[in-house]
């Protein structure tokens, strides 16, 4: 009895290792048994048919896709026919892990097909914008970036109408790829919800950049020149107007400066007169001083009779 227990024993240990699977946080199984979906299992321990079932783990985090994962520039023309690259994101997550799988399972990359289906969209949607609609990160206005990413996003996810789960992938995917800009197919279809449409940056080709930022130049140039002599304009009515002021100044101090001087010389004058009138000979006195000193400075030759009035109060009379 003993020596059937341990085979056994070994047999259940190895059905139930065989049997039993772990499915990890952030992922699920898909359940196949002779390779047809039979279930789905989410994170935790499970057990399987040996022998007969197959677990297929997929993972079920939100997952990001860049445009350049191509390898590709994406040009777009927008709405003046302008040539643009434009470099963006999306991220998405499965919530059909068995629709899914059946894309994969045929051959198919998911992220092809998302990517197909998001330049469609973003080839529509721009044709439909300029430069400066695009560039507008605006909410509040319908021609801006922000509500062109929503509405591809709507776009790309559709309605549960629109999403076809009982259509063959193989056509669905046939459509896809045959007319990725006006096909209405939703990514539900394939098992794939689009969580966010994000553009990084927009760029003009390299071949028209360098003409692009020739004509800006340019204008920059003309708009300097224009400030320049708006300074200048400015610069000489404000000097023009200060010479003005200054003569101005000058001027009525000039004016202010010889009132001043005529009144106290008018002042000075009738002083003087008030002061003579009381005593003309001492007024004449002082006439004949000042005269004196005029007359007599530097080598002048003056001929004159000694016997002139000039000379009256140079004679000496004796005291008798």
């Known amino acids: ?9 070994l047999i259940l240990i ?4 065989s049997s039993a699977y772990v499915v990890e946080e952030g992922t699920r199984g898909v359940v196949l048994r002779f390779n047809k979906i039979i279930g789905l299992s989410n994170p935790g321990l499970h057990f399987k048919v040996p022998g007969m079932d197959s677990i297929k783990l997929i993972d079920a985090k939100i997952q990001t ?4 994962n191509n390898s590709k520039e994406q040009r777009f023309f927008n709405v003046q026919k302008k040539e643009l690259i434009v470099d963006y994101f999306v991220q998405w997550k499965i919530v059909d892990f068995n629709r899914y799988y059946e894309t994969v399972a045929g051959g198919n990359n ?3 097909l998302l990517l197909a289906r998001l330049n469609g969209r973003l080839r529509a949607e721009i044709g439909k914008l300029s430069n400066k609609d695009i560039i507008n990160d605006s909410n509040a206005d319908t021609k801006s970036r922000n509500s062109l990413m929503i509405r591809v996003k709507d776009a790309l996810n559709g309605t549960h109408q629109d999403s076809i789960d009982s259509a063959p992938i193989d056509k669905l995917v046939a459509d896809t790829q045959k007319d990725p800009e006006s096909n209405k197919t939703s990514l539900r279809a394939f098992g794939v919800e689009v969580i966010d449409v994000r553009i990084k940056q927009i760029n003009f080709p390299a071949e028209v950049s360098g003409s692009i ?3 800006m130049r340019a204008e920059r140039e003309v708009i300097a020149r224009d400030k320049r002599f708006e300074g200048v304009r400015k610069a000489e009515e404000t000097r023009a107007t200060a010479t003005l002021e200054a003569t101005k100044i000058l001027s009525e101090a000039e004016r ?3 009132i001043i001087r005529g009144e106290g010389d008018a002042n000075a004058a009738k002083l003087y007169a ?3 009138g009381k005593d003309m000979v001492f007024f004449s006195f ?3 001083l000042k005269a004196y000193e005029q007359s007599f400075t530097g080598n002048d030759v003056m001929v004159i009779s000694p016997d002139s009035e000039f000379f009256q109060y140079m004679k000496l009379k004796s005291n008798k």
């Open 1 to 9: 009895m003993r020596k059937l227990l341990i085979p056994v024993v």
């Open 14 to 17: 190895g059905m139930f290792f």
């Open 65 to 68: 896709t860049n445009s350049s």
């Open 110 to 112: 998911v992220e092809d």
């Open 213 to 215: 930022y020739a004509r």
């Open 256 to 258: 202010q400066s010889r």
């Open 274 to 276: 008030d002061a003579f």
């Open 286 to 288: 002082i006439r004949s």
